[in-house]
């Protein structure tokens, strides 16, 4: 969720390939990726649903959310306006996403601090005050990428107690991997 061209799919490209395109296309609908990382002894697996932010796309993104475990909200840190379009995508959640969902707020390409709207603090109080994950990132220079996600899966209840519910901007659905998980 969120408008289009924040960075959600260089975001996920740089979790999921560790690569970067400045010439990336705009999602048409959304994409579906996995990725299953390691961390204290445990293995991690992401399913990860990245949703195309233009408007005419718009009325899908409940299909994306429903289900999902967690949620990754993305804005510019350069674009005050999408800054606010996250807001209403936190209130959508809130109102139509799994009531459990881990909600996820990225400030994307935090490597163009020269250029920046969007203060750190702020979007940081924001966060706190929704309970939200938060981080500023860059797909572009791999700041943060890595820690967004294990930072979700750490709030994701563990799949051997609570089955995955819902989420947003992206899906996530932590499942079992390997032989035993005390985490995912
Ligand atoms: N400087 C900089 N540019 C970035 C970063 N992440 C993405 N971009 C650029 O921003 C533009 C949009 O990136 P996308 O990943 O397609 O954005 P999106 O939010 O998925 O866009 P939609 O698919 O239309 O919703 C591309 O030109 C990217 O190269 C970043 O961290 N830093």
């Known amino acids: 969720m969120t408008d289009t061209g924040v960075g959600k799919s260089s975001i996920v490209w740089r979790f999921v390939e ?3 395109d400045p010439n990336i296309n705009p999602t048409i609908g959304a994409s579906f ?3 299953t990382v390691q961390y204290q002894n445990e ?5 990860i649903w990245d949703t195309a932010g233009q408007e005419r796309f718009r009325a899908l993104a409940p299909m994306y959310y429903r289900g999902s475990a967690a949620a990754i909200i993305v804005y510019d840190i350069t674009k005050e306006e999408t800054f606010s ?4 995508w936190v209130k959508e959640l809130r109102q139509h996403g799994p009531p459990n969902i881990v909600v996820a707020i990225a400030g994307n390409k935090c490597d163009l601090i020269d250029v920046r709207e969007v203060m750190e603090r702020d979007a ?4 706190d005050s929704i309970h939200a994950v938060f981080v500023e990132t860059s797909a572009k ?14 709030r994701i209840p563990s799949t051997d107690a609570n089955p995955p ?5 992206f899906k996530l659905r932590r499942q079992p ?8």
């Open 124 to 127: 940081k109080d924001y966060a």
């Open 177 to 184: 991997s390997e032989p035993k998980r005390s985490c995912c």
């Open 165 to 169: 519910s819902g989420g947003k901007g």
């Open 141 to 154: 220079n791999a700041i943060n990428i890595n820690e967004l996600f294990i930072e979700i899966s750490r």
């Open 18 to 20: 560790d690569s970067f």
């Open 43 to 47: 293995l991690h697996k992401f399913l």
């Open 33 to 35: 990726m996995t990725k």
């Open 85 to 88: 379009t996250l807001k209403n």
